[in-house]
T-cell receptor, first 113, second 113 residues
């Protein structure tokens, strides 16, 4: 089955700096890669996703890149703000949808003033 | 309601007892998912319901776990003869259909003592 690895497990950046979280996956048939943000006591919330037919997607301060050959994808957050502090999860699916997602183990991002 | 609602929010049970967790999806959402999140780990897929199709139960870890969904409404996840390793946050999500964003509830934190 699919295996998703995520690094780093914790990340501390100063406000205004950029943050990068990286994930690798094992199943070459995976074709959908969402990123979720989970704040304390809440369920995960989708922040951006990418499908295997594109290499990069951007939404304001957030961007995701995908390298299908190397089987890795990354989340980039620019101009970080304290409200970006949360746990971020990457995931992969071969169904092209949110069904049967395999998640990474999460990255705890701390944005300090 | 406006979002996915799960109850109870917290449940403490004795080893060997049965528990039932409830999920109320967003009205009109045909797809419903259950995931398990162990402490410090990513989410594990458990089961997926899509409309009136047979559910995908491939993620259920043992025959002590079962889930039902009545039509496109409430779902219940039942764990029989609970074990300490069942302690986790159980998250439910729903989406309009299998191709659209999944919205997560806040989860039920299950502690087996």
């Amino acid at each position: 089955g699919e295996n998703v690895e995520q690094h780093p497990s914790t990340l501390s950046v100063q406000e205004g700096d950029s943050a990068v979280i990286k994930c690798t996956y094992s199943d070459s048939a995976s074709n959908y890669f969402p990123w979720y943000k989970q704040e304390l006591g809440k369920g995960p919330q989708l922040i951006i996703d990418i499908r295997s037919n594109v290499g990069e997607k951007k939404d304001q301060r957030i961007a995701v890149t995908l390298n299908k050959t190397a089987k890795h994808f990354s989340l980039h957050i620019t101009e970080t703000q304290p409200e970006d502090s949360a746990v971020y999860f990457c995931a992969a699916s071969r169904t092209g949808t949110a069904s049967k997602l395999t998640f990474g183990t999460g990255t705890r991002l701390q944005v300090t003033l | 309601g406006a979002g996915v609602s799960q109850s109870p929010s917290n449940k403490v049970t004795e080893k060997g007892k049965d528990v039932e967790l409830r999920c109320d999806p967003i009205s009109g959402h045909t797809a419903l998912y259950w995931y398990r999140q162990r402490l410090g780990q990513g989410l594990e897929f458990l089961i997926y319901f899509q409309g009136n199709s047979a559910p995908d139960k491939s993620g259920l870890p043992s025959d002590r776990f079962s889930a039902e969904r009545t039509g496109e409404s409430v779902s219940t996840l039942t764990i029989q003869r609970t074990q300490q390793e069942d302690s986790a946050v159980y998250l439910c999500a729903s989406s309009l259909d299998r191709d659209t964003e999944a919205f997560f509830g806040q989860g039920t934190r299950l502690t087996v003592v």
